[in-house]
């Protein structure tokens, strides 16, 4: 089956640590984004990538970074910077703009 | 002013009625518009895309398009317990970067 692939479901998060949330898709979509949801605020765009190698910065990227070492994985680590990082974390694949989305099922992190 | 603004509901609807939820978009520019179903603790799903003017029509859901208006709305025929969910609007201005509205909350009363 077609899909991606969001891993852990459920993350905590210690004060001052970071984490990587990962994100696996074998659409053979080129473009990829990380999303981040808060109660009452919608998806807010962290990262996105159209190539292998090559990413941008989104609305709130400060305190988050990736990596697009090959087509089919975008891992998004939630550093120690990032002082707010509970949420619920969407990555997205898309073949062109006029498509949408398709979303994983998503990866909640906890600060505890 | 947001780019895309929603009305965060709740609406709440009887079973067999007709939902409708609307959406406002700033940039006259945008180019395709889309609409995302979401359940509680889910992911959202793609259930509905419009590029022209007009309605687009899709089992119980049509999606209608003003572009001189600046809005999108969202029809929900012969409503069912199941359709009661987070609705999530979504416009594209060109190129791959999408902007979501806040979401409504339905809710559909058996």
């Known amino acids: 089956d077609g899909g991606i692939t969001q891993s852990p479901k459920y993350l905590f998060r210690k004060e001052g640590q970071n984490v990587t949330l990962s994100c696996e898709q074998n659409?053979?979509?080129?473009?990829m984004y990380w999303y981040r949801q808060d109660p009452g605020q919608g998806l807010r765009l962290i990262y996105y990538?159209?190539?292998?190698?090559?990413?941008q910065k989104g609305d709130i990227a400060e305190g988050y970074s990736v990596s697009r070492e090959k087509k089919e994985s975008f891992p998004l680590t939630v550093t120690s910077a990032q002082k707010n990082p509970t949420a619920f974390y969407l990555c997205?694949?898309?073949?062109?703009?006029?498509?949408?989305?398709?979303f994983g099922s998503g990866t909640r992190l906890t600060v505890v | 002013q947001k780019e895309v603004e929603q009305n965060s509901g709740p609406l709440s609807v009887p079973e067999g009625a007709i939902a409708s939820l609307n959406c406002t978009y700033s940039?006259?520019?945008?180019?395709?518009f889309f609409w995302y179903r979401q359940y509680s603790g889910k992911s959202p799903e793609l259930i509905m895309f419009?590029?022209?003017?007009g309605d687009k029509e899709d089992g119980r859901f049509t999606a209608q398009l003003n572009k001189a208006s600046q809005y999108v709305s969202l029809l929900i025929r012969d409503s069912q317990p199941s359709d009661s969910a987070t609705y999530l609007c979504?416009?594209?201005?060109?190129?791959?970067?999408?902007?979501f509205g806040t979401g409504t909350s339905l809710t559909v009363i058996p």
């Open positions: 997205a694949t898309e073949i062109t703009g006029n498509y949408g989305y398709t």
């Open positions: 659409l053979n979509h080129d473009a």
């Open positions: 990538s159209q190539i292998v190698n090559d990413f």
């Open positions: 940039d006259r520019g945008s180019q395709s």
């Open positions: 419009i590029y022209s003017n």
């Open positions: 979504a416009v594209n201005r060109g190129g791959n970067q999408f902007y």
